[in-house]
């Protein structure tokens, strides 16, 4: 038996007292590859063990990831009964990011698995492992370590996970025991072809209209080491398109040479997402982001704030530049 990790047993043993348990398996808002493929493989791997568990999430699962429920039962938050479930939370840094309604409605949280540096530790058992690359990674080692089954939609999606969230398996958090993983997960009826497929040759021309209007808004800061691009409101009118197609547009900002901190911000009625992807983990982007009351891991980190974009762009700038400074004088 291989073992990944030392906090499989008593992950498994958590998981052993929610028999006779019905359990909601939440993710964050606006998911992405790595949210949805752990709550397919959370819940899947529960029902396997005879627990009753739904996936929950406050916003639709986007276009392209839909294919990886399978038959996984996924509700939305006005469609679950009224049982004293147990709730299991999966790549939530915090609470509030299963969103507010959610948060409130179900405001205790029994298992909390997770990857971010910044997680709260939220839960009544936490498993919080920042040196993962994926939660779908830390999922997929405890399944492996306790030997808890793995379908094949279970192994697609956190094959999934492992995949967006190391950048096709281009960011540092890349390693050995991450393609050891991988290869299990293969073996386990993972095809990253189809994955592959999925994911990145079915875009619609609407998206890449979109990626043009953002290229274009690059704007240079600081000797071109931060590259800055927007979205705004009325690009997705023009486009047709929605917030959700500007997923990974960040990475172009951080992609260009010599740039060490891309930015996306978008403007959304008023309020602003803000990403910030770095290339190297001394950036700490996540401390940057939680200026602006967001979090996220030192590579890549997020924020929401509410002010129109022209206002909060001086500030945007200002902040990096505060938050250079002190990388440069003392770096983390
Ligand atoms: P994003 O830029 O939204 O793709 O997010 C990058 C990383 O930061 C992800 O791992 C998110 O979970 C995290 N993140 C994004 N927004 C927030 C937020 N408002 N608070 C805490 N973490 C966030
Ligand atoms: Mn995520
Ligand atoms: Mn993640």
Redesign the pocket.
């Known amino acids: 038996m291989t073992n990944f990790l030392p906090e499989s047993a008593s992950f498994a043993k958590f998981i052993g007292t929610l028999k006779g348990s019905s359990v909601l398996v939440l993710g ?1 808002r ?1 998911p ?1 590859g ?2 949805i493929g752990s709550q397919v493989a959370m819940t899947r791997m529960l029902r396997t063990q005879g627990i009753k568990a739904v996936a929950v999430n406050q916003d639709p699962v986007p276009r392209t990831l839909r294919k990886f429920l399978g038959d996984t039962p996924f509700s939305e938050p006005e469609g679950i009964g009224t049982d004293n479930y147990k709730i299991v939370t999966v ?4 609470h ?2 299963v969103g507010e309604e959610l948060k409130i409605r179900f405001p205790e949280v029994f298992l909390n698995v997770d990857h ?1 540096v ?1 997680n709260t530790q939220f839960a009544e058992h936490n498993f919080v492992l920042p040196d993962a690359s994926a939660t779908g990674e830390i999922l997929a080692k405890f399944f492996f370590d306790s030997e808890l089954g793995i379908d094949q939609i279970t192994a697609e999606a956190l094959y999934l996970g492992i995949c967006t ?1 190391t950048g096709q398996f281009c960011y540092s958090g890349t390693n050995a025991a991450v393609f050891e993983v991988c290869r299990r997960l293969c073996l386990a009826g993972c095809n990253p072809s189809m994955v592959a497929h999925e994911l990145y040759e079915r875009e619609k021309p609407g998206r890449v209209q979109l990626l043009q209007k953002f290229l274009a808004s690059f704007k240079m800061e600081f000797n071109d080491r931060v590259c800055i691009g927007h979205v705004r409101e009325s690009f997705y009118r023009e486009t047709g398109t929605k917030p959700e197609d500007a ?2 547009f ?1 990475d172009y900002a951080r992609s260009l040479e010599g740039v060490e901190i891309g930015v ?1 911000v978008e403007d959304r009625c008023g309020k602003i ?5 770095a290339k190297d983990k001394k950036y700490r982007v ?1 401390l940057l ?1 939680k200026k602006f ?5 030192a590579c ?5 704030v509410t002010i129109p974009l022209e206002e909060f762009y001086p500030d945007l700038v200002e902040e990096i530049g505060k938050h250079l400074e002190v990388v440069q004088k003392e770096g983390f």
């Open positions: 964050h606006r992405d790595d949210c790549d939530c840094a915090d509030a990011r971010h910044s969230d997923e990974n960040v996306l997402k803000g990403s910030f992807r996540d982001a009351e967001g979090g996220g891991h890549a980190a997020g924020f929401n």
